[in-house]
């Protein structure tokens, strides 16, 4: 059951089980090899669907992305949900007293088969959409809201649930098998397993219609981000550079208009366009195009469908006797409360809002000296703001994008985690394993010094139609060990735009420090070394500390000397430019501190509010003239395609996650600035993955970085890292507390 319920949270997006980031777990892998293909085999053909079947061949076995068929889904998840509520009506109908042994074993065990078709349901979900995938998923939604509830509300399987949890100090359980007792039973009480009659039954009601909402809020959104394509042709291209252009090429050829160029209307492609581009007529329509997606009255507008979502989840929180949906978000948080999250956010605002006036102020400057005759608008700001970097640092960004070569950067995202994690990665031969698109590689992540296997690492990394937008991590199986080890299987996925053939793919330093980012999720999956799946699980605004902390390794020297390289002569990165790189470090902070937090501010806002005739768009103005949001820029997040928080519960009441978790970043960040060996002090670095990667949830995230730092972290090394001035004590003191 574990399996499948964490799995299922990524696919309708619902609070389930320790649910966080987006994996499948599999099921029991015979240790001879041979039996294992023969069961596999033989389970394949009962079954009749490859999506159910165990997974076979090498490294544990694996999925078979390449005999993957989208008329096998429906069927597979069906029968998927029918042999997991089997194996929980087994554990409910033992007449023996409730036992770690004969209720939370089977549930960790249970789910294997469905766990096994959700990995294949995220890929059509996340890598491989497409309209008939859309109406499956639409289908689906309200089917798996109501398996969810079958589970958490069963009432026998929570009273066995509960009489452990009641006992579990005089059991004989250890401390992993304690954590997931606690994590289990909580997870049951905060998703209405206490509610009985009527609201037992409003409670599943309400979970099926946010399924249905989930699903056609971020299907809305992908069709907007499908269906406003620019093609332009050569004299629109003005200021970008030759890589985008060739880029743009390439990617109008795919679509069909040879001879043009292609902005499609993602993030990856926008955000390079308003950086570069003279016209500015285009970098407001492309502009205009990417932050209205959801947002066009049409039929793929999302507003009503977010006053739903919010009226639905303030009743269902309101059944459990919480004021509003963000309190009962956040009480397994490590916020804990609304007020401590808004106490970090407000802490930091004042300072972020006054540095993008100072930018502003910059911009308009170098605008009023070239007489253009214009005032800084939001499709303006980052163009005149790489402007103002050349001036201020006589540094340009497409000068740095030649240095940084999608593979040499995957290199060295090697490298760093070979001296962390002791991590080898090699290459898997082509067609060892399966693989669902010919972009995606696999490698092989070995122990460096014992030669052990530890999983394998998927790299899907270029935009295509019905790849959702932006970059991701996930996960086809987990670490665990109670049921014969399971080693992991992780991917990370992105959009970065394929160059022509034989060109090398250069990114920008943001893009570069995301594809950083994302590695640090995979290696918190590779890292794991917990014996239960439940433990594997996540707490949101903490998770996401481990991928903020690795981005700190790009600019390592270690790296910058040895992987930045010209993508054409091959020289390194000269000392000046990389100077002018560090100088440069707290650049723009303004804008980047600002349109996060106001998305987040949005979030907790939204979640706090009264949903009763909530109009969305109206809210989000008025609360953001209440904020004294700058004019010359917009929300990170605009709500109708604020997919974090409205195509699932992920992010919901979280968002502020990002900025939590990046109080530990900048704090464990000095700890290895402050040590003998820099990042790559072998101490500090055991200590690292130790107590903050290998335990995953085993352990309270609070203690588990008390027990790497010594102490709590302070909001003083954030502010330090932004450049912002320290908050006075009495705003920043609460949120600094961990």
Known sequence: ??????????????????????????????KDTVKAEQSSAASAQQAGNILLAEW??????????????????????EKGIELNLAEIDAITA??????FANTIVPLERGGAELGRVFSYYGIWSGNLSS?????????????????????TQNAQLFKRVKAIYDQRESMDLDAEQKRVVELIYTQFAINGATLKGPAKERY?????????????FANNVLADEEGYDIFLNKGQLAGLPDSYIAAAAALAKEKGEKGKYAITNTRSSMDPFLTYSDNRALRKQVW???????????THDNNAIIAEILKLRDERVSLLGFDNYAQWRLQDRMAKSPERALTLMEAVWPAAVARVEEEVADMQAVADAEKAGITIEPWDYRYYSEKVRKAKYDLNSDEVKQYLQLDKLREAMFYVAGELFNFEFTPVKAGTVPVFHEDVKVWEVTDRTSGEHIGLWYLDPFARTGKRSGAWATMYRDHSTFDGKKTVLSSN??????????????????????????????LHFLASNVTYPTLNSGVRDYTEFQSQLLERWLSTDAVIDNYLVHYKTGEPIPEDLVAKIKKASKFNQGFATTEYLASALMDMRLHTADPEGLDPDRFERETLAELGMPQ????????PHFGHIFSGEGYSAGYYGYMWADVLTSDASEAFAESEGGFYDKEVAGRLVKHLFAPRNAMDPAQAYRAFRGRDARIEALMRDRGFPAPEKKDGAAAAKR
């Not at 009601?205 to 056609?216: C, G, H, M, S, V």
């Not at 205009?288 to 049409?298: E, H, K, L, M, V």
Request: net charge negative; aromatic share 8%; proline share 6%.
């Open 1 to 30: 059951m574990r399996q499948a319920l964490i799995v299922l949270s990524a696919a309708v997006g619902l609070a389930t089980l320790g649910g966080c980031d987006q994996k499948a777990k599999q099921g029991e892998v015979a």
């Open 56 to 77: 076979t061949g090498p490294y544990g076995g694996v999925p078979a992305f390449d005999k993957m068929r989208l008329e096998d889904l429906k069927p597979a998840i």
């Open 94 to 99: 033992d007449p023996a007293e409730p036992t």
């Open 131 to 151: 309209p008939e995938f859309r109406k499956i998923q639409q289908e689906l939604a309200p089917q798996l809201a109501e398996f969810e509830s079958k589970i």
């Open 204 to 216: 599943a009601e309400i979970n099926q219609r946010l399924a249905e909402l989930y699903t056609k």
């Open 288 to 298: 205009s195009n990417y932050y209205s997606r959801g947002d066009n009255g049409d």
């Open 493 to 522: 996925n992105s959009n970065f735009i394929k160059g022509s053939a034989g060109e090398p793919v250069l990114v920008s330093w943001d893009d570069a420090e995301t594809f950083f980012h994302e590695f640090g999720h995979a």
């Open 632 to 639: 010359e820029l917009v929300m990170r997040h605009r709500t």
